[in-house]
């Protein structure tokens, strides 16, 4: 049983881990709304050209 709870931590332990991984290589950039709206224009003309 105490083998399961040690595996258990460590998953979770793993999980959190990833988690500050991830978020510490996303570059955030801060837009205003019209490169924002160009942005996601540009995004959904890809989405709909594939």
């Known amino acids: 049983m105490k083998l399961w709870k040690l595996l258990g931590v460590a998953g979770i332990a793993g999980v959190a881990a990833s988690g500050v991984v991830l978020a510490r290589r996303r570059h955030w950039r801060t837009y205003d709304a ?3 709206r160009a942005e996601l224009h ?3 003309t890809e989405v709909q050209s594939k």
């Open 42 to 44: 540009d995004r959904l």
């Open 34 to 36: 019209d490169e924002l």
